[in-house]
């Protein structure tokens, strides 16, 4: 099993940032990346960013791509996720997941989950 503890979460004007890291431990050999999802009140979860733990692959979803910056640091089996000029539309429960299979945008296609840090945007 591969546990995941995000933190960093908070509330943040807009146009603020935050930094979102992912610590993950037990069986993390097979995990070929990590990914970022978000989740609003009463909406479906959806992808964010992955890399993988090379950090040859990196992909954003077209509504944080320019805004927020996803990283990893292989010693600390740590992702982040840092986010610039957040907007209100960035409010929403962050998930940090890991996935065994390759270029995984898709929550099915992810192994392993953690419990979500709060990311709240005012106006």
């Known amino acids: 099993q591969v546990q995941l503890v995000e933190s960093g979460g908070g509330l943040v004007q807009a146009g603020g940032s935050l930094r979102l890291s992912c610590a993950a431990s037990?069986?993390?050999?097979?995990?070929?990346?990590m990914g970022w999802f978000r989740q609003a009140p009463g909406k479906e979860r959806e992808f964010v960013a992955v890399i993988s733990w090379s950090g040859g692959i990196i992909h954003y979803a077209d509504s944080v791509k320019g805004r927020f910056t996803i990283s990893r640091d292989n010693a600390k089996n740590t992702v982040y996720l840092q986010m610039n000029n957040l907007k209100p539309e960035d409010t929403a429960v962050y998930y940090c997941?890991?996935?065994?299979?390759?270029?995984?945008?898709?929550?099915?296609?992810?192994?392993?989950w953690g419990q979500g840090t709060q990311v709240t945007v005012s106006s």
């Open positions: 997941a890991a996935t065994m299979s390759l270029g995984a945008t898709m929550t099915n296609e992810y192994d392993y």
């Open positions: 037990g069986r993390t050999f097979g995990v070929y990346g």
